[in-house]
């Protein structure tokens, strides 16, 4: 039995970076992933923010569950806001 990948629909969102994935500086770019691992006791969600320019992770928050504290909690251990990455990627 052959598996014919489920054709991509229309991006959610414009790419602002273009592909383009360095820094010159720390600080200047970060991206944020969420994983989902299962464990014995369920599901467990991973949110990380990493700095482009250094490597490293700069923040990050756990949960069993997908909500928005848990994307939003790692910028607390941030000096910034949401709002001023938001601002700072354009």
Same mark, same amino acid.
Request: glycine share 6%; charged share 30%.
């Given at each position: 039995?052959?598996?014919?990948?489920?054709?991509?629909?229309?991006?959610?969102?414009?790419?602002?970076?273009?592909?383009?994935?360095?820094?010159?500086?720390?600080?200047?770019?970060?991206?944020?992933?969420?994983?989902?691992?299962?464990?014995?006791?369920?599901?467990?969600?991973?949110?990380?923010?990493?700095?482009?320019?250094?490597?490293r992770?700069?923040?990050? %928050?756990? *949960?069993?569950?997908?909500?928005?504290?848990? =994307? +939003?909690?790692?910028f607390?251990?941030? %000096?910034? *806001?949401?709002?001023?990455?938001?601002?700072? =990627? +354009?």
């Amino acid at each position: 039995m052959e598996i014919v990948p489920k054709p991509s629909g229309p991006p959610v969102h414009d790419d602002l970076l273009r592909r383009r994935l360095t820094a010159e500086r720390t600080n200047q770019l970060w991206l944020t992933d969420i994983a989902e691992h299962r464990t014995d006791k369920g599901k467990l969600h991973l949110c990380a923010i990493e700095d482009m320019n250094s490597c490293r992770v700069v923040g990050y %928050s756990i *949960s069993d569950r997908i909500t928005s504290p848990l =994307r +939003t909690r790692p910028f607390g251990t941030r %000096s910034g *806001s949401a709002a001023q990455l938001t601002r700072s =990627r +354009t």
